[in-house]
């Protein structure tokens, strides 16, 4: 059964860091093109940072708004995905999944784990 647990956010101040960390369960992470979403209220999802699979390379990819702040990588350990946040900005505000691109499904519907919330503020 698929899992995805994302965790690693929090309240930080404009200019600060994080780093973000997403565990999977019932899926290779290796195999796939992961990637990075952000959600912000009454919005789809945004994909904000991307890395192809093994095979693949794992090349990455980032929204513009983000690049040059921040950095997804794969883990030692498997199925685990980070993304390291730096130099955030108030606009970097919203919930963060992490999930294959395109994403998982779980029958008829998109799977996504509970997120993990980022709030940039002074």
């Known amino acids: 059964q698929l899992q995805l647990v994302e965790s690693g956010g929090g309240l930080v101040q404009p200019g600060g860091s994080l780093r973000l960390s997403c565990v999977g369960r019932g899926r290779m992470f290796s195999l796939n093109d992961m990637a990075w979403y952000r959600q912000t209220p009454g919005k789809e999802r945004v994909l904000v940072a991307k890395?192809?699979?093994?095979?693949?390379?794992?090349?990455?990819n980032y929204e513009q708004s983000v690049k040059g702040r921040f950095t997804i990588s794969r883990d030692n350990v498997p199925n685990t995905l980070s993304l390291r946040m730096n130099n955030l900005q108030p606009e970097d505000t919203g919930v963060y999944y992490c999930?294959?691109?395109?994403?998982?499904?779980?029958?008829?519907?998109?799977?996504w784990g509970q997120g993990t919330q980022v709030t940039v503020s002074s």
């Open positions: 999930n294959k691109d395109p994403p998982w499904t779980d029958g008829p519907r998109e799977y």
């Open positions: 890395i192809a699979d093994i095979r693949s390379g794992e090349n990455v």
